[in-house]
């Protein structure tokens, strides 16, 4: 059983309730580091009681953007429990199980009575949410799990192991939330519990709050392709906004230029067949869109772990040929496109530019599926975020591609 992040303001003892939950609902709309802005002004102790009745995981991190000092004078400010429970935490890596425990509370023994539990659990649910009780030996390891309906069914004098679950399921603090909601998927527990490598009992983690922080890694994931930053949210600051984007479109405006210095190379060409300024567009946003696709799939694949060690060859050979194919089709029409327009204008080689546009489609959606593909498995392997500013990268790629490719096909062939 454990202690409910927002079963009860009062239990804190806190200087004014209302204040506490005020702040709480206004720290949970904003990013860590915000929230500590938000703070700051508060006294340490109106700040212990905010974070203790906040999310495990989003409490740690706000508390941890405190200088030293201050961070010292909070935690001491705190319950002992949440304290220890802090402290515990910061051991493991941001973003695993581990930051997101609650310590456990209502832990028995194997010898305990049935009713022994419910006398200490009728003292244990006036501090704490109560939905599991969980018995360990000697050493802390975990032997099983108490659910209240068999606890409530059963006799008085019955010892606690007849009644308990054995061999519970349990997480690992190590492991990474989406690891840990892959591994719960089809256990739909409200409290998983969490143990050492040893199998002792060193916390709970809710799986409303599992959940949670998995929802904000996925959300922030389409931000993080365009350079939006994950802290970045509704009611972050505009200057913080601009802070936080501003250099990404510098960074978008450089790989552009890359882009246009393609097309200067074909100016001569251009100038001789103006109607080709006109699909380059064309060109563009479809290969463009068909990286999107490519990438949005792998960058699923990973998220959920079905790109596993192996199957990237067949993943980009898959990309390939949807590239192929979606170009062989969408070219057909894009050609038939530009004869007509060609045609419209009196251009004599109005066939050869249909041609070219055709080919061009075709090439740049392979090269688009690939590239879609590849991009955030080379993010990946260099130890980067796969989907930072990986749809940035990948704009430059098929706007290089297609461009260059349709540009240098119509010197080739039309001129």
């Not at 792998?298 to 949807?322: D, F, H, N, P, Y």
Request: hydrophobic share 45%; with cysteine.
């Amino acid at each position: 059983m454990e202690t409910h992040p927002h079963s009860d303001v009062t239990a804190l003892a806190p200087d004014s309730e209302e204040q506490v939950k005020r702040l709480l609902a206004e720290v949970e709309q904003r990013a860590p580091g915000e929230a500590m802005k938000l703070l700051s002004k508060e006294s340490d102790t109106l700040i212990a009681q905010v974070l203790a009745l906040h999310n495990p995981y989003m409490a740690l991190a706000i508390l941890l953007r405190f200088k030293e000092g201050r961070r010292t004078a909070i935690m001491e400010a705190a319950p002992a429990d949440r304290r220890e429970q802090w402290t515990r935490n910061q051991a493991y890596p941001e973003g695993s199980v581990g930051r997101l425990m609650e310590r456990p509370v209502a832990v028995f023994a194997t010898d305990i009575t049935v009713r022994e539990v419910v006398e200490q659990l009728r003292e244990l649910v006036k501090q704490a949410f109560i939905t599991y009780g969980y018995m360990t030996d000697r050493d802390g390891k975990l032997l099983g799990v108490i659910v209240m309906r068999d606890l409530l069914l059963a006799e008085p004098t019955e010892r606690l192991r007849s009644v308990m679950q054995p061999d519970p399921f349990s997480l690992a603090p190590s492991l990474s939330v989406a690891d840990a909601m892959r591994a719960v998927l089809h256990r739909h527990y409200p409290v998983y519990p969490v143990c050492d490598e040893d199998g002792r009992l060193i916390g709970l983690v809710r799986g409303y709050v599992l959940f949670e922080e998995h929802t904000i890694k996925i959300t922030a994931q389409p931000g993080r392709m365009v350079g939006v930053d994950e802290e970045e949210r509704l009611t972050t600051p505009w200057w913080r906004s601009f802070r936080f984007r501003h250099p990404w479109l510098q960074l978008n405006l450089l790989t552009a230029f890359v882009a246009a210095a393609v097309v200067g190379l074909f100016e001569e060409t251009i100038d001789k067949v103006v109607v080709l300024a006109v699909f380059l567009p064309v060109l563009a946003g479809q290969s463009g869109n068909t990286g999107c696709q490519a990438l949005a799939v792998t960058l699923r694949g990973m998220t959920l772990g079905e790109l596993k060690k192996g199957t990237e060859k067949r993943l980009v050979t898959k990309e390939a040929g949807l590239g192929l194919l979606n170009g062989t089709l969408v070219g057909i029409t894009a050609g038939l496109g530009m004869f007509f327009y060609a045609t419209s204008q009196h251009h004599p080689a109005a066939a050869m530019l249909a041609l070219v546009v055709f080919s061009a489609m075709i090439g740049s959606c392979l090269i688009s599926g690939v590239s879609g593909a590849l991009v955030p498995m080379t993010l990946k392997k260099l130890g980067a975020d796969p989907a930072t500013a990986s749809s940035i990268f990948l704009t430059t790629a098929t706007d290089v591609a297609s461009m260059g490719l349709f540009l240098w096909l119509a010197t080739k062939l039309v001129l």
